[in-house]
């Protein structure tokens, strides 16, 4: 698939970062793509919620041995924010684990989606400085980092909420 943008270049803007996301979502790489990984507080600039995404994110969980990782903190917020995607994701419980740092672990969490040979990073929050990634180095690296986050959370955002 081509790109505007150079492989790995930096670049700058909140929307052009959506961007890249949407576009990253909604041409999900074939069969070799088992699992993706999204880090973010609380995906408040993913473009979650629209129809395209949500077609294509069902599309790809269609195939068995697909697993969405979701690391974040704040997922109240997401769920009000991306109200269908909240629901996509309830009907895709057996795909997709929600994840939280510890209480004793919380510290600003890195900003990426990692899907198979390509990912998306947010380097600077303030100024919305972002990069594309595709080198497979780079990719291997923070994936490791991402695994070792992993191991300093816990289940988060259940499907269903017990009460009385």
Known sequence: MSTDAAPSADQ???QAFTDAL?????NLPGQGLHEMW????SFEAWPLDEPAVLEALSRWSRVPGRRLHIVGSDFELTARRH??????????????????PLPTERTDLPVRLLAGDRGVELLDRVH???????????LVNLMSSTADLL???ESAWPITTLGL
Do not use: I, Q, S
Request: hydrophobic fraction near 35%; include cysteine.
């Open 12 to 14: 700058d803007g909140r």
């Open 22 to 26: 949407r576009e990253l979502l909604t």
């Open 128 to 138: 919305w400085h972002w990069r594309r990634v595709d080198d497979r180095a780079t």
């Open 38 to 41: 999204w880090v973010d507080e």
């Open 83 to 100: 109200p269908r995607f909240a629901a996509w994701r309830r009907d895709r419980a057996h795909v997709t684990e929600a994840w939280r």
């Open 151 to 153: 191991h300093r959370c």
